[in-house]
């Protein structure tokens, strides 16, 4: 198919809204510092920056929305991995744990990482929500008080489940869990005539995927808010026991180097920065923090992952990327025994493969000469649950941007390997020729019973596995207790007036599941009722 062709023929939402009037700033363009004011300032315009940002706009509020990344639309997307994994990600896709053994992949642009996830929108699961009513004391989190939202923002994302048959990449777990007596469902994805290129890691070059970055940011600036982009917010403007937004610099095209100064207030600032950059502003900002609690229990639903070699061509890199999941073993031993996992399948791009799938020399060049036959395989590893799994921390470089250290301990080996063997098992069932767990010394076997007898052998030293993640959850959790929480369970902080936080990065624990519908029903009901004080 060709490129331009796909890029001529669609309308650029933001073209056409930019030359309407939209407002916009460029930091990278900046000549002379900005200065901005409005009743509200949302930080990210991600799931929750986004979701909030339409909300306050609709109430009549005077909202500036604030993107550290760049403003990519439908006319920039050429569905070529090495332009967006540098353009469309956080440290062009080189973040990751201080130790390495985590590859960690979060969208930097307009939109957030709506903009370059693979759509699967699941609700909170009910295991979850009941876990954070009974042990961590959120109130309205119940099954019953989050359906609504849940329905609000699926109608207005237009979720559902995906119509068209899987593509073979997703079908091996649909045969292989069917051969073997375990549940499989098909996945609600947020598209409207989705053309099934399956490059939406890379940016939906027709707007089909209905992320924040043509849906809620669109709206927003429709009904007269503002947005900068490229626009990194270095601290909150704190005044006694009250923040009054933000001063911040613009960043060059090259998302490093400073520009010019950017100071927005604000009447209410929320924060919807993400599980790691949200603690790192307020780290930055030497908030108030008397229990020791910012950038505490951060998850990432580590995910280890298979490979398996097909006789038939799987041609992994057509087609929506995740259609078919399993939760089977996500809740089997309860939500206190050891660590669930969702399986799922990632997109088999040919940059992407090459860069996670591991191996050497004429192994690695071999294992890339059959990415036509290729199936890959991951596990979602819920974390958080159990004393065994508190999760990670940010913290501060030395160039006061955020990172991570996060532990791969005995608790999450063992789902590791458990993993591995049980994504073995579905791709044998399935029909694969030969199976290897993603890990530097891993080979292909070519029957079960072999590949579990490898897995048992190999060495679970981190940067031996490869785990990753694209779902960083916590590390500003909610609760009503200030002793052991950041946020109420409505987002407002609990040490400051005038800031709310609104974001995945207020979850307790790991959710279980692909986190954009759980932010998008949660900070619905959030804004919702904050945007109704703001008005009084």
Known sequence: MNNKIIVKDIPDIFRAGMAGGWITYNGASLEQPLTLECDVLVIGTGAGGGTAAEIFANQGLQVVMLEEGPLRSSNDFDMQENKAYSSLYQEGLTRGTADGAFAILQGRAVGGSTTVNWTASFRTPPQTLEHWTRVHGLKGFTEAEMTPWFERMEQRLNISKWQQAPNANNNVIAKGCERLGYEWDIIPRNVSGCWNLGYCGTGCPTNAKQSMLVTTVPAALAKGAQLVHRARAHQLIIDGDQVRGISGYGLAENGIDRTQPIEVRARHTVMACGGINGPGLLLRSNAPDPHNRIGKRTFLHPVPATLADFPERIDGFYGAPQSVYSDHFQWRDGVAGPAGFKVEVPPMHPGFVASIGMLHGEAHSAQMNRLRHLNMMIALIRDGFVEQSPGGEVFLRDDELPGIHYEINDYLREAIVRAWKTMA???????????????????????????????????????????????????????????????????????????????????????????????????????TALGEQLLV
């Open 425 to 527: 098992e579905i791709q044998f069932a399935a029909g694969a020729n030969a199976v290897r767990p993603v890990h530097s010394m891993s080979r292909y076997q070519t029957n079960l019973a072999d590949t579990v007898a490898h897995i048992e052998q190999l060495d679970l030293a981190v940067n031996q596995m490869r785990v990753g993640s694209a779902h960083v959850m916590g590390g500003c959790a909610m609760g009503e207790d200030p002793a052991t929480s950041v946020v109420d369970s409505n987002g407002k902080f609990h040490h400051l007036e005038g800031l709310h936080i609104m974001d995945g990065s207020t979850f307790p624990t790991s959710i279980g599941a692909n986190p954009q519908l759980s932010i998008y029903g949660m900070v619905a009901r959030q804004a």
